[in-house]
């Protein structure tokens, strides 16, 4: 189900830093498997197992992620020159 060489322990720099924290729905699988972790003691608290799922598939979708960064720092990129572009305009 996991991506298996993701450490059962991560995140903990990650947990020390409280102030990210990110409200979302989940449908009834996916808090399933987040309770499951809680359960079987692998994560401590239902938001450190989502947490810990969020990285797990971070790191299995690494290459895409880059790809998508890529791209968005060429679109930003794209977005000063059009906006340097319409001052000298002005």
């Not at 996991?2 to 995140?11: A, F, M, R, T």
């Not at 401590?44 to 799922?53: G, H």
């Not at 797990?56 to 990129?77: D, F, H, K, P, W």
Request: proline content about 2%.
């Amino acid at each position: 189900m996991l991506n298996q060489n993701i450490p059962v322990e991560p995140l903990k720099e990650t947990a020390k830093n409280k102030s990210n924290v990110v409200a979302c729905r989940v449908d009834g699988n996916d808090l399933e498997a987040i309770d499951m972790l809680v359960e079987v003691d692998i994560r401590t608290t239902r938001s450190d197992a989502a947490a810990w799922l969020i990285h797990a598939g971070i790191e299995a979708n690494r290459s895409v992620l880059e790809s998508v960064q890529a791209t968005v720092g060429e679109i930003r990129q794209l977005h000063r020159k059009a906006q340097a572009t319409a001052a000298q305009l002005l």
